[in-house]
T-cell receptor, first 113, second 112 residues
Framework: ETGVTQSPTHLIKTRGQQVTLRCSSQ?????VSWYQQALGQGPQFIFQ???????GRGNFPPRFSGLQFPNYSSELNVNALELDDSALYLC????????????FGSGTRLTVV | ELKVEQNPLFLSMQEGKNYTIYCNYS?????LYWYRQDPGKSLESLFV?????AVKQEGRLMASLDTKARLSTLHITAAVHDLSATYFC????????????FGKGITLSVRP
């Protein structure tokens, strides 16, 4: 059983640029959620994808967007990067209808300069 | 809007002593998770509590859930240095669109 894999692990971008982060869900899981964790804070829910559609969204602007693919992997795209977007981005996979928890990936550390 | 509060935010613990940390949440939920995070690392799942009165133990850590009081506690027995980390509780929203709402975390530091 493979866990959740995120890439890249670290990334440095310039303000105004665009970035794509990737996540491969755990085998057997069909739902992917993305979280943003700023330094010293708890993770904040960005959005969730199920059956390739957005299935709930947190308080994030539209420049945060995502995709889910038929193999349940997912991308998080952020346009027009701002300095405050610097954070650890965590992907979590789960299985709809089965309450046994979320599996988190190791995260992508994004720094916007 | 669901709010999750953890207290204290920082706890300095002496090796060998017992401590309890708390997680309060604002709306009805019967799914609560505890995670551990080491500096610069991702979240490690510790406990999943799925019903009122649930109690789970792993090593020196024991977590419990009181859904009526909207309170979870994490009890630490005989603290050791390896327990130094930040601990988050997270509450799962009920309904079709599940998501986790996290507290701000409690940073535990165990001193000799």
């Amino acid at each position: 059983e493979t866990g959740v894999t995120q890439s890249p692990t670290h990334l440095i971008k310039t303000r105004g640029q665009q970035v794509t982060l990737r996540c491969s869900s755990q085998s057997g899981h069909n739902t992917v959620s993305w979280y943003q964790q700023a330094l010293g804070q708890g993770p904040q829910f960005i959005f969730q994808y199920y059956r390739e559609e957005e299935n709930g969204r947190g308080n994030f602007p539209p420049r945060f967007s995502g995709l889910q693919f038929p193999n349940y992997s997912s991308e998080l795209n952020v346009n027009a990067l701002e300095l405050d977007d610097s954070a650890l981005y965590l992907c979590a996979s789960s299985l709809v209808g089965v309450v046994h928890g979320y599996t988190f990936g190791s995260g992508t550390r994004l720094t916007v300069v | 809007e669901l709010k999750v509060e953890q207290n204290p935010l920082f706890l300095s613990m002496q090796e060998g002593k017992n401590y309890t940390i708390y997680c309060n949440y604002s709306t009805t939920s019967d799914r609560l998770y505890w995670y551990r995070q080491d500096p610069g690392k991702s979240l490690e799942s510790l406990f999943v509590l799925l019903s009122n009165g649930a109690v789970k133990q792993e090593g020196r850590l024991m977590a419990s859930l009181d859904t009526k009081a909207r309170l979870s506690t994490l009890h630490i027995t005989a603290a050791v240095h390896d327990l130094s980390a930040t601990y988050f509780c997270a509450v799962d929203s009920t309904g079709a669109n599940s998501k986790l709402t996290f507290g701000k975390g409690i940073t535990l530091s165990v001193r000799p």
